[in-house]
């Protein structure tokens, strides 16, 4: 897989790159914090397990989105695929997560259980899946923007222009 991002897209991979971090980085300490605060009751465990998953998801994944990065700003053959096929684990399991908190939570009998137990942990569990379900779509965007940026841009849409110097032709108009 040839990656030869262009100079001029190195800023903007870059950005994409901050931008999912301070996402998945933020929703990492969210749901971190919920994953703790979660109720000891019995009916809290699957909420507790699949709220620590996300977690755990959202740190890893951040991680990931500067070492995918990394790889097209570099222009690096090797790490910029292993580092978006890692990047995409942890990203399926973004997606299993965006089901699974709302199926766990509030559409079983223990989720719903749970949040009747500890009604503010549910009110504020509510309030950060809802953010996390409506950045959503803005987080694919950016990851398939870094992947454009270090990859498809140069590999399919740009022209390539090649000069023929010849030894003939004058390197310089002026002496």
Request: proline share 5%; aromatic share 18%.
């Amino acid at each position: 897989m040839p990656v030869n991002s262009l100079l001029s897209d190195k800023p903007t991979i870059c950005f994409h790159a901050a931008m999912m971090v301070v996402q998945n980085f933020g929703f990492f300490v969210m749901y971190y914090g919920l994953w703790g605060d979660a109720p000891t009751d019995a009916v809290c465990d699957s909420t507790r397990n699949i709220v620590g998953f996300m977690a755990l998801t959202c740190f890893y994944v951040a991680f990931m989105c500067i070492a995918m990065a990394y790889g097209g700003y570099t222009d690096d053959s090797r790490l910029f695929p292993l580092y978006w096929v890692a990047h995409l684990a942890g990203g399926l399991c973004y997606c299993f997560c965006t089901y699974a908190i709302p199926a766990t939570v509030f559409y079983t009998e223990d989720g719903t259980s749970c949040t009747t137990v500890a009604p503010i942990y549910g009110g504020r569990l509510k309030a950060v899946y809802f953010t996390h379900a409506v950045l959503f779509l803005f987080y694919v965007y950016n990851m398939l923007s870094i992947t454009y940026f270090s990859w498809a841009k140069a590999t399919f849409f740009t022209p390539v222009t090649t000069e023929t110097v010849s030894e003939t032709t004058p390197l310089s108009t002026t002496c």
